[in-house]
């Protein structure tokens, strides 16, 4: 194990999230409503902290193996999240206990989306920007880590991705296999994804702000918002429809997107797109959900129009689906049938490589393809029937990584839903407060439907630990706990 080697890249790390704090200082100068301090301090603290953890260690170059880099991951995040409380911490507008800050960037950074926070419109802009800022930086983190450094290190949804050949010619070719190559095709096509998301509210009818800021929360599916009443706020037809279109276009593999962009004109985008078996699936169930709530909306709100029960069902389901977090209706005051398809949506979440969570799509296909051939081998016993994903037989090993994965996802949610128990919250409570934290969704059921305010402050560091694990996918966290892992 490296240790010294792991720190040197830690502290990097660190000193480039020192240069992020220099954004919402800049926000705080151009709108003068406070919170420039806050993060010109933070941004002194960092690069100290940066500054000397690498200088201790920047001797230390050794060559890292793969245990070194589930440690770089696992310390990027604990550590990342951990500092994102800092601001919070030396806010004057804010009041935070040290269990809310950490809460509150982990649930940023992780893309969760659930606060603590329940007068955002009164906040500084600085302190707002900072929020949404979280939310983008978290989900391309989240991205480049699946799609580009688990499935180095033999995890990840986008393992199993890759065992897919949809016929989409030269998928993976365009992909290299260095991680700095594909860190910068993603961030390119990442940022003008974001870009055209902020144009597009502002001429909706969103201010500059709020425009910059919702773009950066929605293709990352993070769902913070600069308004207590979410999306709801803006209440309008065409932010409801763009805020959907986007949330969707981030839940979509981002492999799948750079292949069909590297690939036109030559090939339309469209084909290329739906060549792929999961982006198949994922648009047949997101456009069933859609279909499915609408028609839940006009039957139970006699006052709304097919139409506006087609729209505000788009923005609903597609942020629950891809775990996002904005809300236009109260899920508790949904009907029962209704609410639990919401619930049902996130646990699914989008597709792998993406900015979503749950438990990703292309898992729910390999398993749906699966029960299929048991039920067709109690039929026919001798015949030889193996899944396949498009002409790809799907390898036995993949097949046991999404049952493990599901096996692992249980045990560690009725683990969390325990430890909330233990800390004060009713078993209901902590059902859906620890739903909507492993799956990154944000909204839970009950109490925390609208905000975590009222949880006790204890259960914090269980949803903190609870959001950070599902974002890693388990694995690349729960290992670094086995005694194996740091043996020689």
Not at 11 to 33: E, H
Not at 261 to 276: A, V
Not at 331 to 342: A, E, G, K, Q, V
């Amino acid at each position: 194990m490296q240790i010294l080697s792991v720190l040197r890249i830690v502290g990097i790390l660190i000193m480039g999230f020192s240069g992020v704090m220099l954004i919402p200082a800049t926000v705080a100068l151009i709108y003068n409503d406070g919170g420039g301090k806050t993060f010109m301090q933070s941004f002194a603290i960092f690069l100290a902290l940066g500054t000397t953890l690498w200088w201790f260690c920047h001797n230390h170059k050794e060559r890292l193996r793969a245990r070194d880099g589930f440690l770089i991951v696992v310390a990027f995040w604990v550590v990342l999240g951990m500092l994102g409380a800092v601001p919070f911490l030396l806010s004057e507008h804010l009041n935070l206990t040290l269990n809310s800050a950490l809460f509150e960037s982990f649930s940023g950074f992780t893309t969760t989306g659930a606060t603590i926070l329940t007068e955002l419109d009164s906040l500084p802009h600085a302190i707002l920007f900072y929020r949404q800022m979280m939310n983008w930086f978290g989900g391309m983190g989240i991205i480049v880590l699946m799609v580009a450094v688990l499935p180095l290190l033999g995890v990840g949804g986008n393992q199993i991705y890759h065992a897919e050949s949809s016929g989409v010619e030269g998928k993976n070719d365009k992909i290299r296999p260095r991680i700095a190559e594909v860190a910068k095709l993603l961030w390119l096509c990442y940022f003008a994804f974001t870009v055209i998301c902020a144009i597009a509210y502002y001429l909706s009818g969103m201010s500059a702000f709020d425009a910059i800021a919702h773009s950066f929360s929605t293709l990352s599916n993070g769902g913070f918002s600069t308004h207590n009443d979410s999306l709801g706020y803006f209440n309008s037809w065409s932010i409801y429809l763009i805020s959907a279109f986007f949330m969707l276009l981030g839940g979509v593999n981002f492999n799948l997107h750079i292949a069909a962009l590297s690939q036109f004109p030559r090939k339309t985008t469209i084909t290329t797109y739906w060549k792929d078996a999961e982006f198949r699936f994922f648009v047949f169930l997101q456009g069933a959900f859609i279909v499915i709530f609408a028609l839940g909306l006009y039957i139970n709100y006699h006052g709304m129009s097919l139409i506006e029960s087609f729209v505000k069902s788009s923005v609903q389901v597609s942020s629950m689906a891809m775990n996002s977090g904005y809300t236009i209706f109260n899920i508790d005051d949904l009907p029962p049938f209704m609410s639990m398809l919401l619930v049902f949506a996130c646990i699914l979440g989008g597709c792998a490589g993406s900015s979503a969570g749950g438990l990703k799509m292309i898992r729910v296909l390999v398993l749906w393809l699966q029960s299929k051939r048991e039920l067709l081998m109690l039929i026919h016993p001798n015949i030889i029937h193996p899944v396949k994903l498009g002409d790809n037989v799907v390898p036995r090993r993949a097949l046991e990584n999404i049952w493990a994965f599901l096996i692992v996802y249980i045990l560690v949610f009725w683990a969390s839903v325990f430890a909330a128990i233990l800390c004060g919250m009713n078993g209901f409570d902590a059902i859906g407060a620890v739903l909507s934290t492993i799956t990154n969704t944000g909204p839970g059921l009950g109490s925390t439907s609208q905000n975590f305010a009222g949880v006790p402050d204890s259960s914090k560091l269980v949803f903190s630990f609870v959001m950070v694990a599902g974002r890693l996918e388990f694995y690349s966290l729960i290992v670094v706990f086995m005694p194996a892992f740091w043996q020689k």
